[in-house]
């Protein structure tokens, strides 16, 4: 039963910063690829950022890479998306993505809106 939670979003001025977390449940997070997705509205939703499995490292879509940080806390189970710098452009429903092989689970997702 592996459930996700996000949250941290909300409304910030460009240049402004949020730190999304997304809580998991049912599992360990250490053994799945973690990812945050985005989908602005009439868009496809968008690979982000993601932790491969058991390891640190994590790789950033063009647009967000330096301006993200994709971070893992294993004791509480938790991965975080720390968003510096926002755009106009970053405004999007934000989702926590666990992958393994053919398994997928999403969290509900978390509103960001930059606007000035």
């Known amino acids: 039963q592996v459930q996700l939670i996000e949250s941290g979003g909300g409304l910030v001025h460009p240049g402004g910063s949020l730190n999304l977390s997304c809580v998991a449940s049912g599992t360990l997070i250490y053994i799945w690829d973690m990812g945050w997705f985005r989908q602005a509205p009439g868009k496809q939703r968008e690979l982000v950022a993601r932790i491969v499995r058991k390891t640190d490292d994590a790789n950033y879509s063009d647009s967000v890479r330096g301006r993200f940080t994709m971070t893992r806390d294993v004791a509480k189970n938790t991965v975080y998306l720390q968003m510096n710098n926002l755009e106009i452009e970053d405004t999007a429903i934000y989702y926590c993505?666990?992958?393994?092989?053919?398994?997928?689970?999403w969290g509900q997702g978390t509103q960001v809106t930059v606007s000035s």
């Open positions: 993505n666990a992958n393994f092989v053919s398994a997928d689970h």
